[in-house]
């Protein structure tokens, strides 16, 4: 797809991306609400977060703001 092409062209270039990838699964995805599916899929907040920290994709300061982010985000979407 488009990030394959994006990837494959900043390689290339001599671009040395630091790269996660996220996405829909290759099967049906259950109904429900934008912030559930999104939970579900761990494509919300926190499920971002979480990848990346795992992966080791961020320094300490990006993992303090994406933390900071998940956490009013989630705050968000429960009080809706």
């Given at each position: 797809?488009?990030?394959?092409?994006?990837?494959?062209?900043?390689?290339?270039?001599?671009?040395?991306?630091?790269?996660?990838?996220?996405?829909?699964?290759?099967?049906?995805?259950?109904?429900?609400?934008?912030?559930?599916?999104?939970?579900?899929?761990?494509?919300?907040?926190?499920?971002?977060?979480?990848?990346?920290?795992?992966e080791n994709y961020c320094g300490k300061r990006e993992?303090?703001?994406?933390?900071?982010y998940a956490e009013h985000s989630n705050n968000h979407?429960?009080?809706?």
């Amino acid at each position: 797809g488009v990030g394959s092409a994006v990837e494959e062209w900043m390689m290339d270039n001599g671009y040395q991306p630091k790269i996660v990838r996220l996405g829909l699964p290759d099967e049906f995805v259950e109904h429900g609400s934008q912030a559930e599916l999104f939970r579900m899929l761990e494509l919300d907040a926190e499920g971002i977060y979480n990848k990346l920290r795992i992966e080791n994709y961020c320094g300490k300061r990006e993992q303090k703001e994406l933390a900071h982010y998940a956490e009013h985000s989630n705050n968000h979407e429960r009080s809706e």
